[in-house]
């Protein structure tokens, strides 16, 4: 089965528990399967495990390994991506006693499904871009400069919350309209903020560049967001780490590069914006391209994605910011798109609802 022709598909109660033994345990025959079954249930038939198990090997969530007695399973790079896992409760785990991943999978982009949502997350992004489609209609130049200031108020303000920023809604109202800096703060902080101003502006007017992901865009993204603040531009060359978290980025530059590339393949399969915008948030975060900056390049990416295709951009406003953290490490560390997925469909009905703005014509 070619990996890149199938799409994200709902699983039972049952395939999501064996895909958590097989997580937490690694490769497994059937019967030992049963039996870690029983110990959370109390009660169920090999012959039912074997039949999920059979409907998890068509569907491509698992594969198997040996012949005869000595066959296993193991999972899949679509069965990983499909994990429902409860982010808190993951975390909540001492990193070094955690069960995931600690290294980057280099076949992780190439192995991903055709499109990262299936037909009950797509009927949701359809409804939404509808409404958002009819609210932008024939919106007035004011209210769309109003509409403008606000979006990007609050993208500034959330993304920048999210890596530690202490300013405040108001705070970042008053610079962004006012350029007031908020007294008792670094100069740093009030930088970050500008730029993503800056950055937001730039993708929202040069659509045109950003139908993909490529390494131009990104570089050049990524300049904007860290311009003054004494982060190295270009692709690293060396290590970076991640709080909270056993996983190690690469830090081979040669690599990195492949690891773009990789990534940026994978975005241009995707069958739809949603899927595209999705997964250069989470690709770049796990990549890690740059010595710092990397996730506010990947919300302003995946916003640029998403204006390129005519859909609604993202603020962020209403993330919490553990639960947004919690989120990406389960991808890194096993690489589950869902605790994030919910996130981004949540901030997505959000955005269609409450903004207006629209890349520029």
């Not at 109660?13 to 109390?42: A, Y």
């Not at 009660?43 to 390994?65: N, Q």
């Not at 949540?346 to 520029?360: D, H, L, R, T």
Request: proline share 2%; charged share 25%.
């Amino acid at each position: 089965m070619c990996l890149n022709d199938t799409k994200m598909i709902e699983l039972s109660k049952r395939h999501q528990e064996i895909i958590k033994i097989i997580l937490e345990k690694g490769v497994f025959q059937s019967s030992t399967i049963h039996s870690e079954i029983l110990k959370s249930t109390g009660h169920v038939s090999l012959v039912t495990v074997k039949r999920a198990l059979s409907e998890m090997v068509v569907s491509g969530i698992l594969k198997l390994t040996g012949s005869g007695r000595s066959t296993s399973y193991n999972i899949t790079t679509l069965g990983r991506v499909s994990a429902d896992i409860n982010a808190k409760s993951y975390c909540a785990i001492d990193p070094d006693r955690r069960y995931g991943i600690n290294s980057y999978d280099f076949d992780l982009f190439s192995e991903l499904p055709g499109d990262l949502f299936d037909n009950k997350d797509l009927t949701i992004f359809n409804h939404a871009t509808s409404e958002y489609i009819k609210r932008t209609k024939n919106i007035s130049k004011t209210i769309q400069k109003k509409e403008l200031e606000r979006l990007i108020i609050e993208l500034s303000w959330k993304s920048s919350k999210i890596e530690g920023n202490t300013y405040t809604l108001l705070d970042t109202e008053n610079l962004i309209l006012e350029n007031k800096e908020a007294p008792g703060h670094d100069k740093n902080e009030a930088r970050m903020i500008l730029n993503h101003k800056e950055a937001f502006n730039f993708v929202r007017e040069n659509t045109d560049e950003f139908k993909t992901l490529n390494r131009v865009n990104l570089e050049k993204l990524h300049a904007i967001l860290v311009k003054d603040m004494g982060v190295g531009l270009g692709f690293r060359n060396g290590l970076v780490g991640i709080t909270g978290s056993k996983y190690q980025p690469l830090d081979n530059i040669h690599q990195i590069r492949e690891a773009v590339t990789a990534l940026s393949n994978a975005i241009s399969k995707m069958e739809t914006p949603y899927s595209k915008a999705l997964l250069a948030i989470l690709g770049i975060s796990y990549i890690q391209p740059f010595e710092d900056g990397n996730k506010r390049t990947s919300r302003l990416m995946a916003n640029a994605l998403l204006l390129s295709h005519g859909l609604a951009p993202l603020s962020y406003r209403s993330v919490e910011e553990n639960e947004y953290r919690e989120a990406m490490l389960v991808f890194y560390e096993l690489n589950s798109i869902v605790p994030f997925k919910k996130i981004f469909i949540g901030q997505y009905e959000f955005a269609a609802k409450n903004y207006a703005v629209k890349p520029v014509s």
